[in-house]
């Protein structure tokens, strides 16, 4: 069984900080998903991460993936509020997506 | 082009009545997922299609049924809720080929079972 545990899974933060959410998953894939959801909303796509040592950036979030060691790593640099959010970490299974319990991060000023 | 869609938006339900969840797609996506979300346990998969005609169990499937008709159509329905099926239940749409698979969420139901 596909195992997906993300840490921390509650982060806060000060607004300017900088941090990294991690995603470990048990079994071999060369695909790994971020999306991010804010209250109430659907999930919204941020990254994919399609073989060993992938980095993806956008604004201030970076996203990379070592398949080698089955880890994803979501950076965030000088946080800011809009940067709020709950954001999840999904592995493909072959047929459908495998998801992390989330982290919900606040960014505080 | 609306994406995914869903309906109802919200219900509160009875417990053993019959409830289907419907979902549109118009992105002709072959897959199509449906998910349920717990707070503290993420998104579960209920059940998937990975194309017209064919459905597959997901890890959570008990007491729901799906049927894929045609692509762009996934209803969900449970035969008699219970309360342990109060949800916010995902539909969801991909490529469902090799490469960049990424899925598209519908805006979700939320479902109460009383």
């Known amino acids: 069984e596909l195992k997906v545990e993300q840490n921390p899974l509650f982060l806060s933060m000060q607004e300017g900080k900088n941090y990294t959410i991690y995603c470990n998953y048990s079994?071999?894939?060369?695909?790994l998903y971020w999306y991010r959801q804010d209250p109430g909303k659907s999930l919204e796509s941020l990254f994919v991460?399609?073989?060993?040592?992938a980095v993806k950036q956008e604004g201030r979030l970076m996203a990379s993936l070592d398949t080698k060691a089955r880890l994803s790593t979501l950076h965030i640099t000088a946080a800011v509020h809009d940067l709020s959010a709950t954001y999840f970490c999904?592995?493909?299974?072959?047929?459908?997506?495998?998801f992390g319990k989330g982290t919900s991060l606040l960014v505080t000023p | 082009i609306a994406g995914i869609t869903q309906a109802p938006t919200s219900q509160i339900l009875a417990a053993g009545r019959r409830m289907t969840l419907r979902c549109t797609q118009d992105?002709?996506?072959?897959?199509m997922y449906w998910y349920r979300q717990d707070l503290g346990l993420g998104l579960r998969l209920i059940h998937y299609s990975n194309t017209a005609g064919t459905t597959g169990k997901g890890e959570v499937p008990d007491g729901y049924s799906v049927s894929r008709a045609n692509t762009d159509d996934f209803p969900l329905t449970l035969a008699s809720a219970v309360p342990s099926q109060t949800s916010v239940y995902f539909c969801?749409?991909?490529?469902?080929?090799?490469?960049?698979?990424?899925?598209?969420f519908g805006p979700g139901t939320r479902l109460t079972v009383l």
């Open positions: 079994t071999t894939s060369d695909r």
């Open positions: 999904a592995v493909d299974t072959g047929y459908a997506l495998n």
């Open positions: 992105m002709r996506h072959n897959a």
């Open positions: 969801a749409s991909g490529t469902g080929g090799v490469g960049t698979d990424t899925q598209y």
């Open positions: 991460l399609l073989s060993n040592g």
